[in-house]
T-cell receptor, first 109, second 114 residues
């Protein structure tokens, strides 16, 4: 099946800093999602982005499908951005996503 | 908004007990999923269901079973709990079986098996 790798595994920022999280995948994708898991465990879907660029407030995501990677940008980070960010992808005819191991982000005030 | 609820946020059980984790979604979604999450390993799929009474094994089904008698409810069963099943369990649902689906997650159940 498809392999999904995320980097960096851990990230520590000061409030106000910008960051880029990366997701590499091993096959062409028909579905790619970014999720944020807050410190209490709740996962929230941030983006559905198998290709192209999307923006939602301070967050944006870009997927370059031909080069098999996706980037999540966080600008002007806030303490509420802390948590774990997951990338999940599926390929072929499957709608079952494979999750990466996540990037753990801590934003200090 | 889609709402996915799980029966317990925290659960402590003893080795050998039969454990039921329940998940309910309120948006008439066809697909439901059970994952476990362990530090450094991400989310791993245990079982999923694409219709009532239908189920498919995921990547790590050993030691688990599932039940889906009604569309809105998907139960995960640990027949005889073991300490290596101590984990965070996450339920998710999605609307249909198309590749453009997005998943919606419940708040999770943190299970400790003593």
């Amino acid at each position: 099946g498809i392999q999904v790798e995320q980097s960096p595994p851990d990230l520590i920022l000061q409030e106000g800093a910008n960051s880029t999280l990366r997701c590499n995948f091993s096959d062409s994708v028909n579905n790619l999602q970014w999720f944020h898991q807050n410190p209490w465990g709740q996962l929230i879907n941030l983006f559905y982005i198998p290709s192209g660029t999307k923006q939602n407030g301070r967050l944006s995501a870009t997927t370059v499908a031909t080069e098999r990677y996706s980037l999540l940008y966080i600008s002007s980070s806030q303490t509420t951005d802390s948590g774990v960010y997951f990338c999940a992808a599926s390929s072929g005819g499957s709608y079952i996503p494979t999750f990466g191991r996540g990037t753990s982000l801590i934003v200090h005030p | 908004d889609v709402k996915v609820t799980q029966s317990s946020r925290y659960l402590v059980k003893r080795t050998g007990e039969k454990v039921f984790l329940e998940c309910v979604q309120d948006m008439d979604h066809e697909n439901m999923f059970w994952y476990r999450q362990d530090p450094g390993l991400g989310l791993r799929l245990i079982y999923f269901s694409y219709d009532v009474k239908m189920k498919e094994k995921g990547d790590i089904p050993e030691g688990y079973s599932v039940s889906r008698e009604k569309k809105e409810r998907f139960s995960l069963i640990l027949e005889s709990a073991s300490t290596n099943q101590t984990s965070m369990y996450l339920c998710a649902s999605s609307l249909t079986g198309t590749v453009t689906d997005t998943q919606y997650f419940g708040p999770g159940t943190r299970l400790t098996v003593l």
